[in-house]
């Protein structure tokens, strides 16, 4: 039984070492890579801030303007962008009380998006999202 004990600690001591080597080659090429890009090694890398600011300025774009149905133009971008990935053109509806919903402009007005392009849609739709704001905040200088 301790023998048994012994070695799951030792397997699990050896995995444990290997992450550990890991993340140290990983530390090294990042170092090596900000090297030949000219920066200083030391300086926090500036591309993990600016995807998590991404994220954060893409969902609360996705959160507040495209659930409002503001007339943003950003949200407008998103919107046509959308319509070409699906196919037609879509638009975004608020039923009381209830999510987002993406609905296509047929020939008969508007219709729901069979289940299998919704989920897609919606996969597009976060995609996309981030997509305009990351090239959005390229666009501006960093603080």
């Known amino acids: ?3 048994a004990t012994m070695a799951r600690m030792r397997i ?3 995995g444990y070492e290997q992450q550990l080597l890991a993340a140290r080659r ?4 990042r170092v090596n890579r900000r090297l030949a890009a000219g920066e200083d ?6 591309s993990v801030n600016r995807r998590a600011m991404v994220e954060k300025v893409a969902r609360e774009l996705y959160e507040t303007l495209i659930y409002t149905g503001s007339d943003n133009p950003v949200v407008e971008d998103i919107r046509k962008e ?3 990935e699906v196919g037609q053109e879509v ?3 608020y039923p009381p ?3 987002l919903r993406i609905v296509g402009q047929g020939p008969d007005g508007l219709e729901a998006l069979p289940a299998d392009k919704l989920r897609a849609s919606r996969n597009a739709l976060w995609r996309i999202t981030r997509q305009k704001i990351s090239e959005s905040m390229l666009d ?3 603080v």
């Open 91 to 93: 638009q975004f509806t």
């Open 1 to 3: 039984m301790a023998d």
């Open 97 to 99: 009380g209830g999510r």
């Open 82 to 84: 959308l319509g070409k």
């Open 140 to 142: 501006t200088p960093s």
């Open 41 to 46: 090694p030391n300086d926090p890398d500036p």
């Open 12 to 14: 699990m001591l050896q």
């Open 26 to 29: 990983l530390a090294r090429f």
